[in-house]
């Protein structure tokens, strides 16, 4: 595993400038773009809210988050020196997260965390499994809308990319007795942030959850839900001096023959 070096993220930070800010409406999503050695905050504005965060290579979308790897190198709740892996082939850190402003809140009387990659995305397919109805405003629906207006796909294609999400503000765990999944309402208040360090270029798809602070309501129209807001920032000159992105997994591929 490559080490977390503090000492850099934190050298990085000191000084950088903000560039660019996207906000991402209530029940849907927005597409966002962070250049190699840049970095990128995820930042409640008006009241509780989940994020569900997409992540693929900038220059090549068959490389994506991979949350089943990220969950099983690091933990099934992320948070300051932690890193986002990307599917294999590839295997790599997409991102490192660099500050998280709800680390305090460590593990609650039911087990429950913030920043889970153990949950899916909440999607219209279980959804109409459950209910018989249809719902378009789903996590899945929404990053497939964003990224199809972002690259000019059909929904159709634009949904092959769509993949498990890091949960961001999310508070969720396993009960004690059954061992089911659960999500209680978020902690998340305004003025907390969740921020990144880009190991590469990446395109990112953030979706303002339906469910609000999924602490009552799901996959409905009745949860209150606030907007997201994602600032991105440049680090000062020379703050990347000597510093390289990671290289692709150096596997050879070959599995035996």
């Not at 950088?16 to 962070?34: G, H, K, Q, S, Y």
């Not at 249809?134 to 000019?152: I, K, Q, V």
């Amino acid at each position: 595993m490559p080490p977390f070096d503090r000492a850099f993220y934190e050298q990085v930070r000191q000084d950088m400038a903000l560039v660019e800010e996207v906000v991402v409406p209530p029940r849907d999503a927005a597409t966002f773009t962070v250049p190699a050695g840049h970095l990128f905050r995820i930042v409640s504005i008006e009241g509780p809210q989940v994020g569900d965060l997409n992540l693929w290579n900038a220059n090549d979308l068959s490389e994506r988050f991979f949350s089943g790897k990220t969950r099983q190198l690091h933990a099934t709740h992320v948070t300051t020196g932690d890193r986002l892996w990307s599917n294999m082939p590839f295997l790599r850190p997409l991102a490192t997260i660099t500050r998280d402003t709800l680390d305090w809140y460590g593990w609650d009387d039911d087990g429950g965390g913030v920043h889970d990659v153990i949950g899916t995305r909440c999607d219209p397919y279980t959804n109409c499994l459950l209910t018989g109805g249809e719902y378009h405003h789903c996590c899945h629906s929404n990053l497939t809308r964003a990224l199809a207006a972002e690259r000019g796909l059909t929904l159709e294609a634009a949904e092959a990319h769509v993949h498990d999400v890091l949960n961001v503000f999310m508070c969720t765990g396993f009960t004690r007795d059954t061992h089911q999944y659960f999500m209680k309402a978020s902690p998340v208040r305004p003025g907390d942030y969740l921020e990144m360090f880009a190991e590469i270029d990446l395109l990112g798809a953030l979706s303002a959850c339906p469910g609000g602070d999924c602490g009552n309501q799901h996959s409905s129209d009745s949860a209150a839900c606030y907007p997201l807001k994602v600032e991105i920032y440049a680090p000062r000159p020379g703050a990347l001096d000597g510093w390289t992105t990671f290289a692709r997994n150096g596997y050879s591929r070959r599995h035996g023959l």
